[in-house]
């Protein structure tokens, strides 16, 4: 007997009401799943969109709120992660606002990954662009990076904060109760960071990123 495709309708109950699916066969169940996900999560993002007000704080508000809430603690520029995240930030500017300054690597066309020797010269060549970007003196993209640590127990939160770029950027690890509380406390520096008017009505990266912060 031949073997059939069986066909399955799966309902999937969201704040929007219930969805009905067809998925046919074990191959399209994976690929229906994340398309439902991000549906979801697209409709998520819209009705926060909706609810989201101009209430904007400085950058130097949301570490003085960071510091008197939750411990915030300056990271001192001598220390490792201190000179690498700064590097990357600086490598960073340097691609998005001033990429005359790579010459010819400002562009790096992707490799062909089913391509060892491809995969090895794209590499290189990044290589040789972090050695150039790493030779240049910090004047030539004007900077005034800060990073600062929240501690739960042995793991940290650290919180990137560039007064000259307005950059404001949060990352964090641990298990998943340090996870879920750091998460809370993402959201809350976020919100409390804000977005303008102007934020809302051009759709920057500022607002872009509390968006999605909230929808998460």
Not at 195 to 205: A, F, H, M, P, Y
Request: aromatic fraction near 8%; hydrophobic fraction near 35%; include cysteine.
């Amino acid at each position: 007997m031949k073997n059939k495709s069986i066909n399955q309708v799966s309902i999937i109950n969201g704040e929007d009401g219930p969805t009905s699916v067809f998925i046919f066969g074990e191959a399209q169940k994976q690929s229906l799943k994340i398309r439902i996900r991000n549906a979801i999560y697209q409709s998520r993002r819209k009705r926060i969109e909706k609810r989201i007000a101009a209430n904007p704080h400085t950058l130097a508000e949301v570490v003085q709120y960071a510091k008197d809430h939750y411990d915030l603690v300056e990271i001192n520029p001598a220390a490792t992660n201190w000179i690498e995240r700064q590097k990357n930030l600086k490598a960073s500017l340097i691609m998005q606002h001033k990429p005359e300054l790579l010459g010819q690597r400002k562009d790096i066309p992707k490799p062909d990954f089913h391509n060892e020797e491809s995969v090895k010269n794209f590499l290189n060549e990044m290589e040789i662009r972090n050695k150039l970007i790493d030779q240049m003196p910090d004047n030539v993209i004007p900077m005034d990076f800060h990073l600062y640590e929240i501690k739960i127990g042995e793991d940290l939160m650290e919180i990137e904060v560039d007064y000259t770029w307005n950059i404001f950027g949060i990352s964090y690890s641990g298990n998943k109760s340090v996870i879920k509380r750091f998460k809370k406390i993402a959201r809350d520096l976020y919100c409390y960071y804000g977005v303008s008017e102007e934020d809302i009505k051009n759709r920057t990266k500022r607002y872009s990123s509390l968006v999605t912060e909230l929808s998460s």
